[in-house]
C-alpha cells in the first residue's frame, strides 16, 4: 500500500513562493499521473498540477507561469514550486498519485495560506 506524504506547506505573503514535496512510501515504478489538487471550503477539490510518466504536465490556467512540477530522480516524490502566490491561492494542497493499474492514492492535505 502506497502512503504519499506532503510538505512544504506554511504561511506566506502575496507575491512569495513555496515549495511543496510529496514523497512516497515506496519505489513507484511506473504511473499514469502524479500531481496536485486543492480544496477550499464548501468547494470542490480542483486539479492544480500533475505530471504523466512520460513527463508531459497538465496546469490549473490560473496557475499557469506560476507553478512548475517536477518529478524526483528516484522516483518516490514529486514537487511544486508556487511562485508569485495569491491569496486565491489559499487552500488545502493534496498530493494524487494513479499508478500504472490505476490505483489511486491521496496525501493527508497540507494547508497553504497567502496572505494580502
Known amino acids: 500500500q502506497v502512503q504519499l506524504e506532503e510538505s512544504g506547506g506554511g504561511l506566506v505573503q502575496a507575491g512569495g513562493s513555496l515549495t511543496l514535496s510529496c514523497t512516497s512510501s515506496a519505489y513507484i515504478f511506473s504511473f499514469n499521473a502524479w500531481g496536485w489538487y486543492r480544496q477550499t471550503p464548501g468547494k470542490q477539490r480542483e486539479l492544480v498540477a500533475t505530471i504523466a510518466r512520460g513527463g508531459s504536465t497538465n496546469f490549473l490556467d490560473s496557475v499557469k507561469g506560476r507553478f512548475t512540477i517536477s518529478k524526483g530522480s528516484a522516483r518516490k516524490s514529486v514537487s511544486l514550486q508556487m511562485n508569485s502566490l495569491k491569496p486565491e491561492d489559499t487552500a488545502v494542497y493534496y498530493c494524487?498519485?494513479?499508478?500504472?493499474?490505476?490505483?489511486?492514492?491521496w496525501g493527508q492535505g497540507t494547508q497553504v495560506t497567502v496572505s494580502s
Open positions: 494524487y498519485l494513479k499508478d500504472w493499474r490505476g490505483s489511486e492514492y
